[in-house]
């Protein structure tokens, strides 16, 4: 079935750190891939998405690209801030008229 | 603008109590879902509602229950819970079940002993 896989966490930077969450997905058909955002004590928020090979996904400087060759949809941010800790999940879409599945989170932590 | 509002926000109960979990949308939403978040095994579906009217079955139903009461709302209930039950339930909505926009309430904290 559809799955996503996420790398293991935490990772743990340091401010201005280059970011990189890797994603890598199987699925039928196109799917969609998304990332989400769940900061502390709060629900998940979409921060960005892609809807076919070759797009790039962006906001507030995070970055991912639909790579179907290789399954993949990593996050990549150049400088991370410490407002950017938070859990970061990866997500993909099934045929229409289901929920998404989503992988199971990595923490990240960003100390000054 | 309140977006999706869950009650309670945390609960403890006993083995074999029940209880019901509120969720509410004030954006003309026509899906709605319950998922649950347990450490190292990020979000999986419960129940979905694809629109007003309908259910259906996700990753995990077994133990619970989800009623679809009108367009806004769609509540979870555990009809004898189990440690096992015990988790970050979330509720989210989204404009249709083809679009995968999610939006998230803030999650009940239910731990069961």
């Known amino acids: 079935g559809d799955s996503v896989t996420q790398m293991e966490g935490p990772v743990t930077l340091s401010e201005e750190a280059f970011l990189t969450i890797n994603c890598t997905y199987t699925a039928t058909g196109y799917p969609s891939l998304f990332w989400y955002v769940q900061y502390p004590g709060e629900g998940l928020q979409l921060l960005l998405k892609a809807t076919k090979a070759d797009d790039k996904g962006s906001n507030k400087g995070f970055e991912a690209t639909y790579r179907k060759e290789t399954t993949s949809f990593h996050l990549e941010k150049g400088s991370v801030q410490v407002s950017d800790s938070a859990v970061y999940f990866c997500a993909l879409s099934r045929q229409a008229g289901t929920a998404l599945i989503f992988g199971k989170g990595t923490t990240l932590s960003v100390s000054s | 603008n309140a977006g999706v509002t869950q009650t309670p926000k945390f609960q403890v109960l006993k083995t074999g109590q029940s209880m019901t979990l509120q969720c509410a949308q004030d954006?003309?939403?026509?899906?709605m879902y319950w998922y649950r978040q347990d450490p190292g095994m990020g979000l999986r579906l419960i129940y979905y509602s694809a629109s007003e009217g309908t259910t259906d079955k996700g990753e995990v139903p077994n133990g619970y229950n989800v009623s679809r009461l009108n367009k806004r709302e769609f509540s979870l209930r555990l009809e004898s819970a189990a440690p096992s039950q015990t988790s970050v339930y979330f509720c989210?909505?989204?404009?249709?079940?083809?679009?995968?926009?999610?939006?998230f309430g803030s999650g009940t904290q239910l731990s069961v002993l």
């Open positions: 989210a909505s989204s404009q249709f079940a083809t679009n995968e926009k999610l939006f």
């Open positions: 954006m003309n939403h026509n899906s």
